[in-house]
Nanobody, 124 residues
Framework: QLHLVESGGGLVQAGGALRLACTGS????????MGWFRQAPGKEREFVAA????????VSPDALKGRFTASRDNAKNTVYLQMNSLKPEDTAVYYC?????????????????WGQGTQVTVSS
């Protein structure tokens, strides 16, 4: 069972930046596509970004492009989500997840392992 642990969430003012990290429990982590999702209170979980195993292909929704960027360091079993120009509507719990299938899917049911989530709160 692959375990994922997110970190880096917190409270930030609008316009600020945060970098989230997600660390996997073993070396198999580096073989898989990784995704980032978020869920705001009362809303469905939303796809934020995905990155392939090698780290040379990333994707994010058009609404987030230019602000949110995924990257990874397989030597550290860690994937990152850099979030810039944050807005109050970015407030949510952010999750990383492993997709053992082909790159990529923006459906959460395609992902096999999930972290516990980290809270991001953006104040106005």
């Amino acid at each position: 069972q692959l375990h994922l642990v997110e970190s880096g969430g917190g409270l930030v003012q609008a316009g600020g930046a945060l970098r989230l990290a997600c660390t996997g429990s073993d070396y198999t982590f580096s073989s898989y596509t990784m995704g980032w999702f978020r869920q705001a209170p009362g809303k469905e979980r939303e796809f934020v970004a995905a990155i392939n195993w090698k780290g040379d292909r990333t994707v994010s929704p058009d609404a987030l492009k230019g602000r949110f960027t995924a990257s990874r360091d397989n030597a550290k079993n860690t994937v990152y989500l850099q979030m810039n120009s944050l807005k109050p509507e970015d407030t949510a719990v952010y999750y990383c997840a492993v997709d053992t299938g082909p790159f990529y899917s923006d459906y959460d049911f395609s992902y096999d392992y999930w972290g516990q989530g980290t809270q991001v709160t953006v104040s106005s």
